[in-house]
């Protein structure tokens, strides 16, 4: 097998590396940078824009300028995250909890220094776990039903405590909470029937997740600086915003464990089809913090919170092409978007495909490799230009975040409803954050409620009405339990720093 794979591998390598293929590589991570980092022009949306581009191409070449667009999407929606506190895709959402705060002190460049250097490890050790481990890693996901799903989104759900300060952890489940009743407007997937449209036709579908995230920290980031422009919100202008932008070798080895526990977390949620780079970024966020010595430092901007969720959100790229190329189920909504490319190709995704077209396959999956080292230098580049946005005066940065977040919640679904929904959360994330509401919790709620309510239906359906189902099947037990644990362990550190400060 050991031979099979370098000999695969070799193949790859030949088949790929030509100058028109890296061009058109570099092209597409240049794209894909520039995609994310405007708001509301998610990953899905800049491959799909790209596909047809595709067509007069050799499949090789096709692939690898999607999958450069696919890495240079996701983390340049850590630009923008940084920089303006505007998650430039939901991926990036974690990002800015540290991010920003390190921008606010003045170390916007190191922020973004930290945010490559972990995108390129994450990066990198997905397209290596996808190019050693695919089908045995494809396996162990389809084991993966209702149930499990359902007990992965409770364990998503206890990261609430963790993303709460311990002062306001009332605050935060009742953020949480919230963020939960606004995954429930729309049809109920099951019997059909509308909650909370109020006779609206354009809430049928729900509220969408970009349009949410634009209005809660974009639109929302406008108002503050319009109703407070000399406020400790708007964006400072230091001039050490350029300076010792990568992170020194004792930083880095600082953060060694928290970028290979993200990279790893990051690729097995790519994995799992149905979630992705926003989970992934969560989950490590939290666990970065719940590992953290000090977990009360992180969101008042620390290197360790951005480099947690930019190498998972990264790796992410890599673990969901792991059931595509295996199996020909997509991870995430980007991969279901690649999965039209190999299809228009001739491609069928699938065990036959590693066997049948070896040449395309560990082709693809090197130009990943190849994507990254390419993001790589050109974020490098624009280490030094990046931050120039902060030198703008904020009476003309104000109106363009106005324009982007517009134009962002419009593009998704070429809806007004959209843009609607996104300065209603804008003027809810001012008014929430005025009274000390955390908004990260909200965005969870979001994003996993649907998930839980169709896993719980679907195991209640297969099951006849029993809860013992979520019992009986080992994997889902061993969910519960680490929900449990998870939720007790983050409850006894919030006591014993509690405890800390009353000593103090």
């Known amino acids: 097998m050991g031979i099979n794979l370098l000999q695969n591998i070799a193949l790859g390598v030949v088949s790929f590396f030509s100058l028109t293929n890296l061009l058109l590589i570099g092209i597409g991570t240049f794209c894909g940078i520039i995609i994310g980092a405007m708001p509301g022009l998610s990953t899905t949306m800049g491959i799909a824009l790209f596909v047809p581009f595709t067509f007069s191409l050799s499949p090789i070449a096709g692939l690898a300028m999607l999958g450069g667009l696919y890495n240079g999407s996701v983390y340049g929606g850590s630009i923008s995250a940084i920089l303006l506190r505007t998650p430039g895709t939901a991926a990036s959402c974690a990002t800015v909890f540290d991010g920003y705060p390190m921008t606010q002190k003045g170390q916007g460049a190191k922020a973004l220094g930290i945010a490559l250097v972990s995108s390129f ?23 993966f039903g209702p149930p499990e799903y359902f007990m992965v989104a409770v364990l998503g759900l206890t990261i609430i405590i963790s993303l709460s300060d311990d002062k306001s952890l009332i605050k935060g489940f009742l953020a949480g909470a919230f963020g939960l009743l606004i995954a429930t407007v729309g049809f109920d997937t099951i019997e ?15 509220v969408s997740l970009v349009p949410a995230l634009i209005g809660l920290f974009s639109f929302s980031q406008a108002l503050r600086l319009c109703l407070k422009p000399d406020s400790k919100n708007a964006v400072p202008a230091k ?8 992170p020194s070798w004792t930083e880095l080895h600082s953060i060694r464990k928290t970028l290979l ?34 977990p009360e430092t992180f969101g008042t901007g620390i290197i360790e919170g951005v480099a947690a969720s930019e190498a998972s959100n990264n790796a992410v790229v890599g673990g969901s092409l792991v059931p595509l190329l295996t199996l020909g189920i997509p991870g995430n909504s980007a991969s279901a978007v690649l999965l039209g490319g190999l299809l228009i190709h001739g491609l069928n995704p699938g065990p036959m495909l590693f066997t049948g077209r070896p040449d395309v396959v560990y082709g693809f999956i090197m130009s990943l490799l190849v994507a990254n080292v390419i993001m790589f230098v050109m974020g490098l580049a624009g280490l030094k230009i990046f931050p120039q946005v902060l030198r703008v005066p904020n009476k003309i940065l104000v109106p363009l975040i106005i324009v982007f977040s517009v134009a962002g919640s419009y593009a998704i679904q070429n809806s007004f409803m959209d843009v609607s929904l996104m300065l209603v959360f804008g003027v809810i994330g001012v008014v929430l954050e005025h009274f000390n509401f955390p908004l990260a919790p909200i965005v969870l709620g979001i994003i996993l409620g649907p998930i839980a309510e169709d896993a719980l239906w679907q195991s209640l359906i297969i099951s006849n009405g029993s809860y013992a189902i979520f019992f009986t099947r080992p994997i889902s037990l061993v969910l ?25």
């Open 239 to 246: 001039s050490n915003l350029i300076g010792n932008a990568l």
């Open 192 to 206: 059909g029937f509308p909650r909370f449209t109020f006779g609206n036709v354009g809430l049928y579908d729900g």
């Open 121 to 143: 490890i994450g990066g990198i050790l997905g397209a290596v776990i996808l190019l050693s481990l695919a089908p045995p890693l494809a396996s162990f996901a389809l084991s």
């Open 480 to 504: 519960f339990v680490l929900s449990v644990a998870s939720i007790l362990y983050a409850l006894f550190n919030k006591y014993k720093q509690q405890l800390l400060r009353r000593n103090a």
């Open 261 to 294: 526990r993200s990279s790893i977390i990051g690729t097995i949620v790519g994995i799992l089809p149905g979630a992705g780079a926003d989970i992934a970024s969560f989950v490590s966020y939290s666990e970065a913090k719940r590992k953290s010595d000090r």
